[in-house]
């Protein structure tokens, strides 16, 4: 028996599918799980007027700004990333997302972006190469953010969701659940465990079976793509991975997969994956497929848990990196 639970937060949607207990049990420790998702969004949702992020990005600029324990955790990860990844996952572009249309001007409810949707006001505004993380300053002993740069705008998203996932995934082991396959939105996924009589949990890299399908145990997948999410301007279609390097967006047909053992990890890979041209060092036990028209480059990576599936039936499909 599979218990199946969702919910909408951080603007998008987590589900989630429990197994090895009871019905209540499972539903139980769901609900718990879930609970961290919403404590999250409080904190981190770019989508969410009230957030502690929207305070963030309205006040550092002028001042170093109070933040909860989990907050500078996360920032200070995301200072981490941006190393590791020369800059190419850039949590400081919130400003020329803005600037590309992927941002309402009003209140917006968590989970209803809607693809291609217009930012009318900002549309026509030219975005900006990002000064990055360098530019944003944590004080450990105030417990600070303060950005150097006026321009700097946080957006968590290509983070923020993983470190969900990672939390629902530690709740869920806590309360015994032996069994569970744990996603947001279309791009990112932790298994644990695995389904009975099964290898472990398939999941389809693209809608149509073209791709090679990932068999998942106790490991998490993200993927990204310029077609992700995308929004209309006067300019055509844009989509949300910008390369830091340029502030201008990732083709669209540019996707990236990334097997780690965190799901905010393998998340943030994925977007810098497909946000830079450059090649990049990756940590040894990935395993990444990368590709698109402008250059398949999984040739110099290791997908040894990528797996062709030859019957899709029951498959979880990630639609993130399907083409337009």
């Known amino acids: 028996m599979i218990e199946r639970l969702a919910i909408c937060a951080m603007g998008t949607r987590f589900e989630m599918a429990l197994s090895g207990a009871s019905s209540p049990v499972l539903r139980a420790a ?34 170093g700004v109070a933040i909860d324990g989990e907050t500078f955790a996360i920032l200070a990860l995301a200072r981490e990333l941006w190393e590791q990844t020369q800059g190419a996952f850039d949590p400081t572009m919130g400003g020329t997302m803005r600037a590309l249309g992927h941002r309402s001007q009003g209140k917006r409810s968590p989970g209803k972006w809607a693809q291609g949707e217009r930012d009318t006001a900002g549309s026509s505004r030219e975005p900006t190469p990002s000064p990055g993380m360098a530019a944003v300053e944590l004080d450990a002993d105030l417990g600070t953010v303060r950005f150097l740069d006026p321009s700097i705008e946080l957006d968590l998203g290509g983070l923020a969701k993983g470190v969900a996932i990672d939390r629902v995934g ?22 644990i465990g695995t ?56 083709p669209l047909d540019r996707w990236a997969a990334v097997v780690a053992d965190s799901a905010a990890v393998a998340d943030a890979w994925a977007t810098a994956l497909i ?16 590709g698109g028209t402008d250059g398949d480059r999984s040739g110099a990576f290791r997908p040894a848990i990528i797996e062709r599936r030859q019957d899709p039936r029951g498959v979880f499909r990630s639609r993130a990196i399907s083409s337009p």
Request: glycine share 10%; proline share 8%.
């Open 30 to 63: 769901g609900e718990a799980a879930f609970d961290e998702v919403l404590h999250l969004h409080r904190l981190w949702s770019a989508f969410d007027p009230g957030s502690l992020l929207t305070r963030v990005n309205r006040l550092a600029a002028g001042r």
């Open 170 to 191: 530690e709740s869920l082991r806590e309360s015994g659940v032996p069994c569970a396959l744990v996603s947001g939105g279309t791009s990112s996924v932790l298994a």
């Open 195 to 250: 389904p009975p009589d099964s290898e472990g949990w398939p999941i389809a890299l693209d809608a149509d079976g073209k791709l090679p399908c990932a068999h998942l145990r106790d490991v998490s997948l993200g993927v990204s793509a310029g077609s992700g999410r995308v929004a209309k301007s006067i300019h055509g279609l844009r989509g949300h991975v910008i390369d830091p390097e340029r502030g201008t967006p990732a």
């Open 275 to 290: 946000a830079t041209e450059r090649s990049l060092e990756l940590p040894p036990d990935f395993s990444v497929l990368v």
